[in-house]
């Protein structure tokens, strides 16, 4: 199976790693059942497709913006809307909000892995044009819902389990599952995180290091993303 | 990095500033701000150029970079991580040059 059909020379490795990801949200994880997954896919695509909301307005408190009936509680919306188009406006007192109308701390952690992966690859497809990765038929299992009691508040607004490496690879940690989908995907559409402190003019696929990095660094900036 | 790279991290700020000594530099973060704008016809054009001056090849490898940022930025403001520790001073005149030191994002590591 493939996920991009198109003349343009998609690496094998690439593609793969988009099918193996939307093939994760599909499957029931820590906190969310596979089709709460695929909801809060299709909600990323829904926020990013409609007209510009500002940071502080709330999605569902706008008229007919979100169904009543909507499979995920209202506040998970609103943090999906707010995470996908405004990421950069994030402060503790917005997470607490969130936390704050009983979303649970680790289930907010997997949220945002969700979210941040459907960013990544659905903004890869609507730049070259191509139609996004399809969903797959979701699990209806549901979740253990487990805390995991080794994650703990510490240097994140959110548990973070006892983890080396960088702050950013931490951030997920409390939801190992996340942090997979995460290195999958940062290895063929960035560099593997074993080579990330390699010789910086090392070539990688049909970029050099350094335009990588400008990539990324670029993208960075115009995100409004500190780190 | 090499030392006989010649960088300048000004690129970073704005495709305006050019190169910055990375081939096709200046034409990549144009490509970046495309894909920020989200400008269909921004994107469309930015792709010919790009497929023009570096090939398919180079189009497809650098909106995966971009894109793999669009994840790594909301993983890092979505859950409040702090800049590294051993981050902070070594990169405390590049983040002055680039011009982030005022995002609402800033969060540094306690010491």
Redesign the interface.
Known sequence: MVAYTTELPIRLDLDTSHVEVASRWATTGSWWSGVERVAIVEEVRRARDADDLAPWEAPSQLDGLVAKDHLLPTAVVDAIWRITNHPGTLTAEWHASILGQDVNPQAYVELVGVVAQANAVDRFADALNVARVTLPEASSDQPLRSNDNSAEVTSHWVPTAQVKGPNVVKALSAVPFEVESMSLLSATQYVPMGTLLSDLVSDQNSLTRMQIELIAARTSKLNECFY | ??QD?Q?SFE???GSQAGD??????AL??R??????T?D?DE??SI?DEVIEA???????????????????????????????VGTIEPSAEIREI????D?????E??R
């Open positions: 990095m090499n790279s960088i690129a970073i700020d910055g000594g990375v081939k096709h530099g990549l973060s490509l970046c701000e495309a894909m920020f989200q269909p994107i469309a792709r570096a090939g398919p090849d180079v189009l497809v490898d650098a909106i995966a970079v971009s894109a793999n940022f669009y994840m790594m930025t909301r993983i890092a403001d979505g859950t409040g991580t702090p800049l590294d680039v011009g982030v030191n995002f609402m994002s800033r969060r590591a306690s």
